[in-house]
């Protein structure tokens, strides 16, 4: 039974439909699992819009093959910063969206897009935060963090994006344990497991009224 069904046969009102951006930089792996769970029903959203700043990643090409319109955006389309900011808030903006999720997008986003979708711009982070984020701590390079560390565990975060790397409030996290055996690379993969559920989970708590943000409530 999908989400929206769900909430209607308890007796309570339909789910307001999210209209969601995903910005990727990368292969888009989190981005399609929150494509998926829009398609399956279990989540009451819909993508309008993708952009990458990469035009070859392998997000684009995900978006592309699920019939979402896509938009190269980055510094090669659009040299000046401030013009930048200006389209990828105006795009935003004009495909109607409600929220913005960044899936492996590595740059910081403009005073322009922050301003008009405050409150409203997620992420996900491959650790624990506070603990190794900010400038630089991304990918591999968390994983090795934590394995230096002795760390007994890791995980993943939903937080909303503010003008500093991975400063913004914790919506949500889910802990995975460092094995023995593990390295970068297979600490990497059960981390990145737990993303694709913990992303899904959290819109699907926003839809449900049980996260609120700003100028969206369920």
């Known amino acids: 039974m999908d989400q929206a069904s769900s909430r209607e046969r308890s007796g309570n009102p339909p789910i307001p439909m999210l209209k969601l951006a995903l910005i990727a930089s990368g292969s888009g792996t989190n981005m399609q699992s929150v494509i998926d769970a829009c398609g399956s029903g279990s989540l009451a ?20 093959a699920a019939g979402i319109a896509t938009h190269h955006l980055s510094g090669k389309t659009h040299p000046d910063p401030v013009a930048l900011d200006q389209v990828m808030a105006l795009t935003l903006r004009q495909a109607g969206v409600t929220i913005v999720c960044l899936a492996g997008y590595m740059k910081l986003l403009g005073p322009q897009t922050l301003a008009a ?5 997620l992420n996900i982070h491959p650790g624990l935060l506070p603990k190794y984020g900010g400038r630089g701590f991304y990918g591999r390079a968390v994983h090795e963090a934590v394995l230096a560390a002795g760390d007994s565990e890791s995980g993943a975060t939903v937080h909303v994006v503010d003008e500093v790397y991975d400063h913004g409030s914790i919506l949500a996290q ?45």
């Open 117 to 121: 979708f405050r409150g409203r711009v």
């Open 45 to 64: 959203a819909e993508v309008c819009v993708v952009i990458g700043n990469n035009s070859k990643s392998g997000g684009l090409d995900r978006a592309r």
């Open 174 to 218: 889910s802990r995975v344990p460092v094995l023995a055996r593990d390295t970068a690379d297979s600490l990497a993969a059960r981390v990145l497991q737990q993303e694709h559920i913990l992303y899904v989970e959290t819109l699907q708590r926003i839809t449900a009224g049980e996260i609120e943000l700003p100028a969206y409530k369920a």
